[in-house]
């Protein structure tokens, strides 16, 4: 069972969940490890190309943003860890989040596709952790928010 007084941990999984138990609680919110194939699809392509979509697209990045992702409103980290094969990105969240905090997974090395998710207003801070993973251009990302 999870204190939900103490920070939870969240690991990168199969799909991002909107069950919230709690309202006051931190989100259960996990990026998906890629995008399947058949989850991408490509329409209104001009001059008669037909799409094929060769390979799944691995979670590559996490990050906080500033509202919706059509706002573009990346997040600077306040703080940060490089270690042996991790490295981590902490966002603290102060002041105003009129449009609210969100969370967002990025897929491709240059973060071609994201998926976002709005974080409840009670959370006050977010730490991302990664190492490698074992696909080219694949990240594992642990996220811990409170």
């Known amino acids: 069972m999870l204190n939900y007084k103490a920070p939870v941990l969240l690991w990168a999984m199969l799909s991002i969940s909107p069950a919230i138990s709690n309202a006051a609680a931190p989100p259960t919110l996990v990026c998906p490890p890629l995008l399947a194939t058949n989850s991408i699809k490509i329409e209104a392509v001009e001059g008669g190309w037909v799409p094929f979509v060769k390979a799944p697209m691995y979670l590559f ?14 997040l600077v980290p306040s703080g940060g860890h490089q270690g042996k094969g991790t490295w981590s990105s902490t ?3 102060e002041g105003s989040y009129p449009e609210g ?17 709005r974080l409840p207003d009670s959370v006050t801070a977010c730490t991302f952790t990664y190492r490698k993973g074992e696909k080219v251009g694949q990240n594992d990302i ?3 928010c409170r």
């Open 91 to 93: 966002y603290a969240f």
């Open 142 to 144: 642990k996220i811990v």
């Open 61 to 74: 990045a996490a990050t906080a943003i500033d509202g919706p992702p059509e706002r573009r409103g990346d």
């Open 101 to 117: 905090k969100w969370l967002q997974c990025s897929y491709g090395q240059t973060n071609q596709l994201t998926l976002s998710r």
